[in-house]
């Protein structure tokens, strides 16, 4: 019997898996890691000292526990990044996704340039912080000595390719996060708008996530301990690797990724073209996504902790206690600025009601529940946007403990499934490279991850949630001018060079 492995870098940690083609799970392995914040509003990753060196640190764990030849391995990774590279080595650290809000003068000249309405039909999402086009302005901006030797550029997932089969590709989920340089409806670069905006630039080779793009080398066969020869998939984002960790594959079904950032993805039968989400190509043809995120979930989480000086065993177990509403007090948990559908990096965090009488569970209790209001506005931003939202499936660290799932199925009003493995986008990367070297097949690998149970909501805290929701919109309608005023006086500056590695458990 073979075995697959799937790696996955996330935000503050990458973690891998070893299975067997029915999906058992054979070992697991998991390193932290740091994001690097060098100026107010950057975050970045070292892409030896972060992606190459933590997955050779997995794989080695992983290979440690092979009983079986490797058959494929598959990985994903945060997206979109922009590491630029020349034609064989990193030339600075990566340019992290939408908490990055370095480009923004970019984005508002790109809009002008192409139009903000041609980029939405064209791409499927409005130019965001989220977008790679616009980073790459700023790197000839701000950094030409870089972009003069910039040839190439990648993401993390496809820098783990290339360093381990040579290969320059990028899946077209990825490409599709490189508004506007992506046409979500032709699945092709776009060849103007890419010149303009980086000339010179080789383009990666475009695949789907679940075809064979290489071979393991044997100069990488010996770095990892790997065989050489153990074929290697395109790779992906990790929020779409975990939709396909838990069977998010049919229209209508929902993915809400509890992690250091809150993901949503949602399945729908054409390409969407939005300014409230993200519209984006999918892990295989024919399927398109339309996606939501928020820029902090468990990092907001996180933050609390840090400020109580608790632990959240401790800090779950007090909010418990604290009934529905936080005895009064609410928070909008945009510490990092927000993404979809505000898409406003200027906007801040606001706690407000705050009494005497209000102690640390409050104050947990309240970004948990300012999370979940968060999630209930992108839901409703996917309807608006023609999205189905039949079923929600939760995945991701913060699903253990069972607090902050309820919330969010308390105040969104849905049910959430929950499935067995909720390891995340490593099993989806597993479950690719299963399909894609025919280890196991489409059907067999949809068994591998059974639902388990159900979170329902508590009708009983309704109406709580509902005036509480309206307040959370209201609070940013009436607040988003002082929230920008108070950007421009520097926010984070004295926190500017510290590093961050938030875990993604936060909140459970």
Known sequence: MSLLLGVD?????????????????????????DVSSPHPGWFEHDPEGVWWSDFLHVIGELAAAADAPVAGLAVSGIGPCLLPADDREPLRPAILYGVDSRATREIAELDEALGSDAIVERCGSRLTTQAVGPKMLWLQRHEPQVWERTRRFFMASSYLVHRLTGAYVLDHHSASQCTPLYDAR???????????????????QLHWSDEVVGTVTDAAARAAGLPAGVPVTAGTIDAWAEAESVGVRA????????GTTMFIVGLVEQPIASAQLWGTAGLRPGVSCAAAGMATSGSATGWVRDLVGSDYDTLTGEAKQVPAGSGGLLMLPYLAGERTPLFDDRARGLVLGLTLDHGRAHLYRASLEGVACGVRHNLAAMRDSGVAVERLVAVGGGTTGGLWIQIVSDVTGLAQDVPRETIGASYGDAMLAATATGAASVDEVAAWNPILRSVTPDVTARAVYDELYDLYIGAYRDNAGAMHRLAALGPGRAGAERTSGSSARAGS
């Open 251 to 258: 229209t209508g079904d929902v993915m809400v990724m509890y």
């Open 186 to 204: 032709t699945h092709e670069w776009i060849p103007e708008w890419a010149e303009r905006i980086a000339p010179g630039l080789e383009l990666p």
């Open 9 to 33: 870098v996330g935000t503050s940690s990458t973690k891998g898996v070893l299975v067997r083609p029915d999906g058992a799970v054979v070992a697991r392995a998991q390193v932290a890691h």
